[in-house]
């Protein structure tokens, strides 16, 4: 791998994929019960998912030199993997295996939406219309691209991420200076969007959307439990999606891990994914994983057993 005199560059490797030094957090969980979280520092797959094949693993023998880690947020997989097996001279453990929905941004928007029954199509504009007369008549939204413009994103966007459920489960927007300024440095080089709903001018919903490549993953979101009622998730989203296809800035909409239903409702297209990481087989490593793998496998025995204990579901 090879650094360029940036500081803040990605990391190219012989094959042409990008990586970036990063600390990778493992959480130690048992449903609601938080036991504590580890961090690896690693390298950090960049390359898009959907920029990757399922034909060779992006870690092919040993690790290089210097690295302890590599992580892969979602390598294409056409099979189950094993939780645990030897990459070459790497250590590979599996941390999750889920279903990966997005869109490819072709053709006209028209032609997307025809994708849909008359009835979906209806509802989605049922839902703009509700929420642009309780908005006083007018539909409200911004898109913040530069880095003056994502730091007032920010800045607009952090309250509504404190009352989302996104942030109650751990996936709200981070409140740090240095988060700021990181999205401001990504903002200058065309890494990231941010996007806001308004209702009557106070912010509905928000989606920050980071870029690689000619891939935009729809990543960070959250909207106020005050106008839950209104949808403004869902009428954020058609927006975003109908500036996209007008625009073709992007090639892919991601609309990353973990699976809900939306996702695959406004999806063209799927594939199968798995949330990969690479260690040394050193004694700390392996202890790591051991127990990290000890304490999922102790929630997936429970949640196993609640199923059984709660029967089959009725019709």
């Given at each position: 791998m090879t650094r360029g005199d940036d500081l803040h560059a990605d990391i190219q490797d012989d094959a042409g994929l990008r990586w970036r030094d990063d600390r990778v957090p493992l959480e130690f969980r048992i449903g609601p019960l938080d036991l504590g979280r580890s961090a690896l520092q690693a390298f950090r797959l960049v390359t898009p998912c959907l920029k990757l094949s399922t034909a060779s693993a992006p870690v092919n023998g040993s690790l290089p030199t210097g690295c302890n880690a590599a992580y892969c947020p979602a390598l294409p997989v056409e099979t189950e993997l094993p939780i645990f097996a030897m990459s070459g001279g790497a250590i590979r453990y599996v941390l999750r295996q889920e279903q990966r929905y997005f869109v490819v941004v072709e053709g006209s928007h028209e032609a997307y939406l025809a994708k849909f029954s008359g009835k979906t199509r209806n509802t989605f504009r049922r839902h703009l219309k509700r929420f642009t007369e309780s908005s006083g008549g007018s539909l409200h939204w911004r898109t913040y691209r530069t880095p003056d413009e994502v730091r007032e994103f920010h800045a607009s966007a952090?309250?509504?991420?404190?009352?989302?459920?996104?942030?109650?489960?751990?996936?709200?927007?981070?409140?740090t200076p240095s988060f700021v300024d990181e999205l401001a440095d990504d903002a200058g080089r065309g890494r990231v969007r941010g996007y806001l709903l308004f209702h009557d001018g106070?912010?509905?919903?928000?989606?920050?959307?980071?870029?690689?490549?000619?891939?935009?993953?729809?990543?960070?979101?959250?909207?106020?439990?005050?106008?839950?009622?209104?949808?403004?998730?869902?009428?954020?989203?058609?927006?975003?999606?109908?500036?996209?296809?007008?625009?073709?800035?992007?090639?892919?909409?991601?609309?990353?891990?973990?699976?809900?239903?939306?996702?695959?409702?406004?999806?063209?297209?799927?594939?199968?994914?798995?949330?990969?990481?690479?260690?040394?087989?050193?004694?700390?490593?392996?202890?790591?994983?051991?127990?990290?793998?000890?304490?999922?496998?102790?929630?997936?025995?429970?949640?196993?057993?609640?199923?059984?204990?709660?029967?089959?579901?009725?019709?």
């Open positions: 952090i309250s509504l991420s404190r009352a989302s459920y996104q942030h109650s489960i751990g996936y709200g927007l981070p409140d106070v912010p509905a919903a928000y989606a920050l959307c980071p870029i690689v490549e000619d891939v935009m993953e729809y990543a960070r979101l959250g909207y106020s439990p005050a106008f839950e009622n209104l949808s403004p998730g869902r009428v954020l989203l058609l927006l975003i999606l109908e500036q996209l296809f007008e625009e073709k800035s992007v090639r892919y909409l991601d609309f990353g891990a973990q699976e809900f239903s939306y996702k695959s409702q406004f999806a063209t297209d799927q594939m199968r994914t798995a949330r990969v990481l690479y260690v040394r087989p050193t004694v700390a490593n392996v202890s790591l994983l051991a127990a990290h793998a000890t304490v999922r496998g102790v929630w997936n025995g429970l949640s196993l057993v609640r199923s059984l204990i709660r029967g089959p579901a009725r019709a």
